[in-house]
C-alpha cells in the first residue's frame, strides 16, 4: 500500500465533460481525462482493504457487486500511486483482456462496492484503468504478443462480441488457432453496433483487433453462420465451434397500430446510425433521422439512454423516454446497504443533455404505451400512454402492474423506439446447430458450464446467460475458453 492516509488525504477526482449544448454537436467520445500525475494521486486513495469488496464479483440478492472479472483492483491502483505504469498493466491483463472496453463503457461494479465508498467517495478505479490501458498503447506495452507455440488445434467462434472476442483471445494465447465469424461488415458485435461511437469510439474496437490479428486471430466478416455456411462444415474443419451469438432478439411492444411506419427497436436504430456514421458521416442518408421530430422512447435502462443522446444529437425537436418503473431513490435506501449495487436514480449523459436542451428531465416513470395513432397514410403521429401504479393481488399475494383510471393522454411521436431489452438466441442459430435451449431460448448448459448438447459445440456471453454486461460478457468468453481448452487438450493452464 503505497499511501496509507491516501483516502484521507486527497479528494476523488475524474475526468471534466464537455458540456452537453456542446457535446450534442458530434458524436465523439467527450471526456477529458486527467493527466498522469493527478491521475497517480487517485491511485493513492486505495486503502487496500483486507476485504477488497472491489474485485469480488460476487452476488448480494440478485445484484452484482465488485468487479464480475476479479480484477486485482488495489494491487494495479497501488502500482498507479507510485509510477509503475508497466507493471500496473501487467497485472490488469492478468484478468481482463479488454480494459479499453470496460474503461469506457463498464457501469463501474468495482466503485460502487469500494470500502471508501461506504462513508465517503470511492476510489476512481475505472479512470485508472483507463489511464493504465491507453498509457500501454502509448508506450508500446500493448504491442501484439503471439504465441511462441501452436498446438495443431482449431476453434471456429461465432460472433465478435466482446464474449466472442474473449474466447477467441484466450485460445489464441493458449496456441490454438482461431477464427472468429460476424455477419456484420465490421468486427466488433454489440461494441460496434449496438454502443454509440460518443461512448466508445470505434477506432478503439479496430486497434484491439489489429493487436488480435497481428497475434494470429482470423477474421471473417458478412458471413452469417447458419445462412451462408452450414454447421456442418464448421464442425468438420475444426475440432470446437464456440456460439457467442448474444441475445438478439428484441422484446416488442404489443400494442394496437403496432404496424405504423416510424416504429423501430432500438437496436436497429442505433445500428444504422453507428455504420452510417463509419460509412459516409452521415451523407449517406441511411441511418433514422429523428430532425425535428418528436421521439418517443419505450425503456429506461443504458440502451434508452443511448437512442435518447442520439436522437438529440440528430436534432430532434423533443425526445420522451418512457419508464414503467417508479424513479429510484436518489440516495440509497436503507434496505439497499453497501456492498450492494446502489438501487438509486442516474441521470446519464443523454439525461444531462435533454435537460439542458430541453429545460426538463426527459423521463416519465410508472408509463406504458397503450396504443400506436396511425395518420391517414399510415405514419406515426402519436403514441397514447396510460399511468401504471403497484397493487398487489389478493389471490396471489403478488405485486402487479395496474393502469390508472384516467390517467391515459397523448404524446406527439413521428418516431417510436423500443429499447426494452432483448429475450434470449435467435432461432435461426440455434436451429441450426441442433442445440438445446432453455424456456428463455438461451442456449442450455450443465450448472457452470458451457458444453451445448451437442459434441464440440460450447456456447457463451448473452446467448448463454441472456442479457447482461459487457463485464460479463468476458467474464463468460474468459471461463468458456478455459472448458474449451481442457476438452482439447486434457486440461488447461488459462
Not at 502500482?79 to 463501474?108: D, H, I, M
Not at 488445434?153 to 488457432?177: E, F, T, Y
Not at 456442418?232 to 416488442?252: E, I, M, Q, T, Y
Not at 443522446?309 to 429510484?328: C, D, F, N, Y
Request: aromatic content about 8%; hydrophobic content about 35%; some cysteine.
Amino acid at each position: 500500500m503505497g499511501k496509507p492516509t491516501g483516502f484521507m488525504e486527497y479528494k476523488r477526482e475524474v475526468s471534466k465533460d464537455e458540456e452537453p449544448l456542446s457535446r450534442i454537436n458530434h458524436f465523439n467520445e467527450f471526456h477529458e481525462h486527467l493527466p498522469k500525475e493527478k491521475q497517480q494521486l487517485q491511485g493513492a486513495r486505495c486503502m487496500d482493504c483486507g476485504v477488497p469488496f472491489c474485485q469480488a464479483g460476487m452476488m448480494i440478492c440478485g445484484m452484482t457487486s465488485g468487479c464480475p472479472l476479479n480484477n486485482l483492483i488495489p494491487e494495479w491502483n497501488d502500482l498507479v500511486y507510485n509510477g509503475n505504469w508497466r507493471q500496473a498493466y501487467y497485472r490488469l491483463k492478468k484478468t481482463s483482456n479488454f480494459p479499453e472496453f470496460t474503461s469506457r463503457v463498464c457501469p463501474g461494479l468495482c466503485e460502487c462496492a469500494c470500502t471508501c465508498g461506504l462513508n465517503g467517495d470511492p476510489v476512481a478505479t475505472k479512470e485508472n484503468e483507463y489511464a493504465i490501458i491507453e498509457n500501454a498503447y502509448a508506450e508500446g506495452y500493448a504491442a501484439p504478443n503471439p504465441p511462441q507455440v501452436r498446438t495443431g488445434k482449431s476453434v471456429a467462434v461465432i460472433g465478435s462480441g466482446p464474449s466472442g472476442l474473449a474466447v477467441a483471445d484466450q485460445l489464441n494465447k493458449r496456441g490454438h488457432s482461431v477464427t472468429v465469424y460476424e455477419r456484420a461488415d465490421r468486427v466488433g458485435g454489440l461494441l460496434m453496433y449496438g454502443i454509440p461511437n460518443m461512448k466508445l469510439e470505434k477506432q478503439i474496437i479496430d486497434r484491439k483487433i489489429d493487436v488480435m490479428k497481428a497475434e494470429g486471430v482470423n477474421f471473417v466478416t458478412n458471413t452469417d453462420i447458419g445462412k451462408d455456411v452450414k454447421p456442418a462444415k464448421l464442425l468438420h474443419d475444426f475440432d470446437r465451434v464456440v456460439l457467442a451469438c448474444g441475445a438478439s432478439n428484441p422484446r416488442d411492444i404489443k400494442a394496437p397500430g403496432r404496424d405504423a411506419e416510424g416504429i423501430y427497436f432500438a437496436v436497429d436504430f442505433l445500428t444504422r446510425n453507428t455504420k452510417s456514421l463509419l460509412d459516409s458521416d452521415f451523407t449517406d442518408k441511411t441511418y433514422i433521422d429523428t430532425k425535428d421530430k418528436d421521439v418517443v422512447i419505450i425503456g429506461g435502462g443504458d440502451t434508452g439512454n443511448d437512442c435518447l443522446g442520439t436522437s438529440i444529437r440528430h436534432g430532434a425537436k423533443s425526445v420522451t423516454l418512457l419508464e414503467m418503473m417508479p424513479k429510484a431513490p436518489d440516495k440509497r435506501a436503507e434496505n439497499n446497504p453497501w456492498p450492494e449495487w446502489p438501487k438509486v436514480c442516474k441521470t446519464d449523459y443523454g439525461h444531462q443533455e435533454a435537460i439542458a436542451l430541453y429545460g426538463h428531465d426527459p423521463r416519465m416513470y410508472c408509463t406504458t404505451v397503450k396504443e400506436f395513432i396511425k395518420d391517414k397514410k399510415g405514419n406515426l403521429k402519436a403514441v397514447k400512454v396510460v399511468e401504471l401504479s403497484w397493487e398487489k393481488d389478493a389471490a396471489t399475494g403478488r405485486m402487479n402492474m395496474v393502469e390508472v383510471a384516467g390517467s391515459e393522454k397523448e404524446l406527439p411521436a413521428q418516431i417510436c423506439l423500443i429499447a426494452a431489452g432483448f429475450l434470449g438466441a435467435q432461432k435461426y442459430v440455434t436451429d441450426a446447430f441442433g442445440v438445446e435451449v432453455t424456456e428463455r431460448t438461451n442456449v442450455k448448459t450443465g450448472n457452470g458450464k458451457f458444453a451445448t448438447s451437442v459434441e464440440n459445440v460450447f456456447v457463451t456471453g448473452d446467448m448463454h446467460r441472456g442479457q447482461s454486461l459487457v463485464v460479463w460478457a468476458i467474464r463468460e468468453g474468459r471461463d468458456c475458453a478455459r472448458e474449451v481448452d481442457e476438452s482439447l487438450m486434457g486440461y488447461s493452464n488459462l
